[in-house]
């Protein structure tokens, strides 16, 4: 079997609504993208940033990471990797794309992502966590945490800010006990001939009635294989959450 050739990259965009410059705030002396790209860095051989912005850039630059300018207009992460696989000059069998604000990403979830492309049937891989007892209610139907079905073969069924499935006849502060739920996490890795595929996608209907990307490859027949961590991720939204973040470091 022929060995693939992955590469990571990290959509970073300076502009946000809740946090800008997001990707240039400190944790521990170094900045966000830079916790990002070097845990990236620790088992793929090619990592780039792709960002619009020079501040972004030049930061990347300057602790010797690899860098592609891309076009302010993307309306999604998705674009922006696919535009900065095509100006790496580079070919490459795999993308992934890692999340910039997610600074505590392990290596060993990157790995299990790339372990998906064993299988040369795997179109697109993304990763779940299961949802215990100790996450409580509260956190299984907090609609920022998005939910995820599975058929048996490990293959994403549908995605949802909403609990899936509905326990019928059960008392809600009950599920968490009686069903394995599954959190999705926004890290996905793609064959790049996929990734070109995907991107000239038109937004579909359920995509614009959950807010979630991914529900417009589904819709338009795209496989996307899960696998699973236990490791919980710690993405960082708001400027409260940096200092979270700093407080763990």
């Given at each position: 079997?022929?060995?693939?050739?992955?590469?990571?990259?990290?959509?970073?965009?300076?502009?946000?609504?809740?946090?800008?410059?997001k990707p240039l705030a400190l944790i521990g002396?170094?900045?966000?993208?830079?916790?990002?790209?070097?845990?990236?860095?620790?088992?793929?051989?090619?990592?780039?940033?792709?960002?619009?912005?020079?501040?972004?850039?030049?930061?990347?630059?300057?602790?010797?990471?690899?860098?592609?300018?891309?076009?302010?207009?993307?309306?999604?992460?998705?674009?922006?990797?696919?535009?900065?696989?095509?100006?790496?000059?580079?070919?490459?069998?795999?993308?992934?794309?890692?999340?910039?604000?997610?600074?505590?990403?392990?290596?060993?979830?990157?790995?299990?992502?790339?372990?998906?492309?064993?299988?040369?049937?795997?179109?697109?891989?993304?990763?779940?966590?299961?949802?215990?007892?100790?996450?409580?209610?509260?956190?299984?139907?907090?609609?920022?945490?998005?939910?995820?079905?599975?058929?048996?073969?490990?293959?994403?069924?549908?995605?949802?800010?909403?609990?899936?499935p509905y326990l019928r006849g059960s008392d809600?502060?009950?599920?968490?006990?009686?069903?394995?739920?599954?959190?999705?996490?926004?890290?996905?890795?793609?064959?790049?001939?996929?990734?070109?595929?995907?991107?000239?996608?038109?937004?579909?209907?359920?995509?614009?009635?959950?807010?979630?990307?991914?529900?417009?490859?589904?819709?338009?027949?795209?496989?996307?294989?899960?696998?699973?961590?236990?490791?919980?991720t710690i993405g960082i939204d708001t400027p409260?959450?940096?200092?979270?973040?700093?407080?763990?470091?």
């Amino acid at each position: 079997m022929t060995k693939k050739v992955f590469v990571g990259i990290i959509p970073a965009r300076y502009a946000s609504t809740r946090f800008p410059g997001k990707p240039l705030a400190l944790i521990g002396g170094k900045t966000m993208i830079q916790r990002v790209y070097e845990q990236a860095s620790t088992v793929l051989d090619n990592v780039y940033v792709a960002t619009d912005d020079e501040r972004i850039a030049n930061a990347v630059k300057n602790f010797g990471g690899k860098v592609i300018i891309t076009s302010p207009h993307h309306q999604s992460g998705t674009d922006r990797c696919y535009e900065a696989l095509c100006n790496t000059g580079e070919r490459f069998d795999v993308v992934v794309n890692i999340q910039g604000d997610e600074p505590f990403i392990d290596p060993s979830q990157i790995k299990a992502l790339m372990d998906c492309f064993d299988n040369t049937q795997t179109q697109i891989a993304t990763m779940a966590k299961k949802i215990t007892s100790k996450d409580g209610l509260a956190y299984l139907e907090n609609p920022n945490h998005p939910k995820l079905v599975v058929n048996s073969n490990d293959e994403a069924m549908y995605f949802s800010r909403s609990v899936i499935p509905y326990l019928r006849g059960s008392d809600k502060n009950e599920w968490v006990t009686k069903h394995v739920f599954l959190k999705h996490l926004g890290i996905y890795a793609y064959r790049s001939d996929i990734l070109a595929q995907i991107t000239t996608l038109k937004p579909s209907t359920l995509e614009l009635a959950e807010s979630l990307e991914q529900l417009r490859w589904l819709e338009n027949g795209f496989k996307i294989k899960v696998c699973y961590t236990d490791i919980e991720t710690i993405g960082i939204d708001t400027p409260e959450d940096l200092v979270k973040a700093n407080s763990i470091l």
